[in-house]
């Protein structure tokens, strides 16, 4: 099903990812983690669909959604960084693998940070936080997207780690396997995992290495 939603307010959060919240259709429902097909309602867009992750809480009486603005090429992300309060997108159902299923660590590399955020909000909603730890690697510090909630949230427990900044304030190993071996105190522990592809499929295969179970490494598949 296709809804028609108009956009109620838009701000930034990085140099390149703005917030949009927009409508929310009456009855739709979607579980922390899960995304939506989405497509800008004009003539030569309506069709060209992308996956965006709500990151509000689904009891919220709108639609939240935290994107990065790819601005190298002519796609639906560069675009909606033109749009205005008003303006109208395309929203379809909820979808995705991604769930909270137990205590564990969050891995995010970039972008893939955003199935965590509401599941991160929902735990500390519920005072579930504690058990959790969250390794989040960037380019560069400003690349972080809600640093200042994330540790509000997590203390400790969020490690951020950049890769491209040689005098960053943060962490500055890749998560590898060495990472991983130091950082991690229990790989029966459960693992969510998301990010650009080539980085999933080698964490999660560094994870399977390292003991942890298959059936505990969530990733959207």
Same mark, same amino acid.
Request: proline residues 4%; hydrophobic residues 40%; contains cysteine.
């Given at each position: ?25 009456? =009855? ?14 004009? *003539?030569?867009?309506? *069709? ?11 009891? *919220? ?42 205590? /564990?660590?969050?891995?995010?590399? =970039? ?8 599941? %991160? ?5 519920? /005072? ?17 997207? %809600? ?7 997590? /203390?400790?427990?969020? %490690? ?19 990472? %991983? ?41």
């Amino acid at each position: 099903m296709e809804h028609i939603v108009r956009i109620l307010d838009i701000h930034p959060v990085t140099h390149n990812v703005k917030q949009f919240i927009i409508e929310k259709p009456d =009855g739709f429902t979607f579980s922390p983690g899960q995304a939506t097909e989405m497509s800008i309602n004009q *003539d030569d867009w309506a *069709d060209k669909q992308s996956p965006f992750t709500f990151t509000n809480f689904t009891d *919220d009486h709108f639609l939240q959604f935290t994107i990065k603005l790819y601005t190298d090429h002519e796609g639906v992300t560069n675009h909606l960084g033109e749009l205005q309060v008003c303006d109208e997108l395309i929203l379809r159902e909820p979808w995705g693998t991604i769930e909270y299923k137990g205590p /564990g660590y969050f891995i995010a590399g =970039g972008a893939g940070i955003t199935p965590f955020i509401a599941i %991160l909000r929902q735990l500390n909603r519920e /005072g579930a936080l504690a058990d959790n730890k969250l390794f989040f690697s960037n380019k560069t510090d400003e690349d972080i997207i %809600l640093a200042d909630e994330l540790k509000s949230m997590l /203390g400790d427990n969020a %490690l951020f780690t950049i890769t491209n900044q040689k005098d960053s304030v943060h962490d500055q190993r890749r998560i590898d396997a060495e990472f %991983l071996k130091a950082e991690v105190k229990d790989f029966s522990r459960h693992f969510y995992v998301c990010g650009p592809d080539a980085m999933v499929q080698e964490i999660t295969g560094i994870l399977t290495e390292l003991g942890a179970n298959t059936d505990a490494v969530v990733f959207e598949r």
